[in-house]
């Protein structure tokens, strides 16, 4: 568990399950190596190995933002299944100490994909 200050705890974990994000009715990303984020009151992120994701799926954007506890984030549309939404997915690539272990990883608005399945394998 990390602080960054006290009030503000993050803590990222192994996520035990499966994790698959679809979109359009086809799977772009399917892991079993993914790791969940807690932050505050925030729910929980899943946070997807890059490897992990189908690389065809996935084309940056020109949005940023600024996170006081992880860092810069940079953004991407997500393409499958002949649908296309943008800023989707973001990803932390040089994050801050506390948040180390998300480095090389993408995350998924659940509002903004099919669904965000987590199973047990």
């Known amino acids: 568990m990390t602080s960054a200050p006290s009030q503000h705890a993050i803590s990222i974990e192994a996520e ?3 994790v698959r994000v679809m979109l359009g009715g086809v799977a772009i ?4 190596r993914a790791l969940v984020l807690r932050e ?3 729910p929980p992120v899943h946070y ?3 490897e992990d994701v189908d690389a ?3 084309s940056r954007t020109a949005h940023r933002s600024h996170c006081p506890f992880k860092g ?3 953004y991407f549309a997500l393409s499958g299944g002949g649908v296309t939404v943008e800023n989707a997915a ?10 180390a272990a998300i480095r090389g990883h993408l995350a998924f608005y659940a509002n903004k994909v099919d669904v965000i399945e987590v199973s047990n394998g």
């Open 56 to 58: 065809g799926a996935i």
């Open 16 to 18: 035990p399950g499966r």
């Open 72 to 74: 810069d984030a940079s």
């Open 48 to 50: 997807v190995p890059r």
């Open 29 to 32: 990303a399917d892991s079993t």
């Open 90 to 99: 973001w990803s932390y690539e040089q994050p801050f100490p506390a948040a």
């Open 40 to 42: 505050g009151r925030l």
